[in-house]
């Protein structure tokens, strides 16, 4: 993963790829929680999405949102 496309999410403090998500400041997951934005569809490999970078923890409050 190239460093400078790293970015990291306001909500779940996750880094995540800036070219996977429609959000300059949140990462795919949150975005489409928050916002409805298109999700990643991810594919989780090890500890993160292997297209998004999303490290797959998501903050309390989208958790929340979630159930
Ligand atoms: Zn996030
Ligand atoms: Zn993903």
């Known amino acids: ?3 400078h496309k790293i970015q990291i ?3 779940c403090k996750s880094e995540f790829n800036k070219e ?3 959000m ?3 990462c795919p997951e949150c975005s489409s ?4 934005y298109k ?6 490999k ?5 297209k998004c970078y999303w490290n797959e923890k998501s903050s309390e409050y989208i958790e929340q949102l979630k159930k």
Do not use: A, P, T
Request: charged share 35%.
């Open 39 to 44: 999700n990643c569809e991810h594919v989780i």
């Open 33 to 36: 929680i928050l916002y409805g």
């Open 46 to 50: 090890g500890k993160r999405c292997i």
């Open 20 to 22: 996977s998500s429609e």
């Open 1 to 3: 993963m190239e460093q």
């Open 9 to 11: 999410c306001d909500e």
């Open 24 to 26: 300059e400041k949140l």
